[in-house]
């Protein structure tokens, strides 16, 4: 089996992210094969994102596929169309081997495969596979004008979510030290 690189992921600043659709955009065009918009649009490509704004509240959030360790999408798919590469440990799809079940869009627990009615297939992140290889971020991190959208190692974002709570219990522990008991 080859040597597996270091799980990365994309990770989302909300507090950055302006809900403006770059990222969607970005990847659509790259998975349409275009850079320029309005080429795509002339051309009549069909565009369609792996990463989708979802208003939640009053923020955008980006639903992408998180292409999980033990994903279901792949446990259910019956043909094979969605699988692990071995290789970076990505879910990644062969649109040819889809049969149209919709079951990954079923068991998907973050929303993020979806059936296309035009390629007659489910499609999802791939991380911009052909990208990534090149040395590359995923377009939709590049297309981000605020930069709240990183690609991260997984043991990083851990060691900052750990840091991020620890600094939230520190000052938490210091206000109510400073307020006067009753």
Known sequence: MPEQKEPTVVAVDLDRCLACRSCELACAKAHAGFDDIVAAVLAGAHM??????????????P????????????????????????????????SGRCIGCKACVVVCPFGAAEWDRVSRSVVKCDFCADIIAAGE??????????????????????????????????????????????
Do not use: F, W
């Open 63 to 94: 639903i992408q596929c998180q292409h999980c360790e033990d994903a279901p999408c792949v446990a259910v798919c019956p043909s094979g169309a969605l699988y692990r590469d071995e290789g970076t440990g990505r879910v990644l799809g062969r």
């Open 48 to 61: 369609v994102p792996r990463v989708r704004l979802v208003a939640a509240g009053q923020k955008g959030v």
């Open 137 to 182: 971020d995923p377009r939709c991190v590049t297309a981000c004008p605020t930069r709240a959208r990183r690609v991260i190692s997984v043991e990083d974002l851990s060691n900052r979510r750990q840091k991020d709570a620890a600094m939230r219990t520190v000052a938490l522990h210091e206000a109510a030290r400073q307020k006067p008991e009753k």
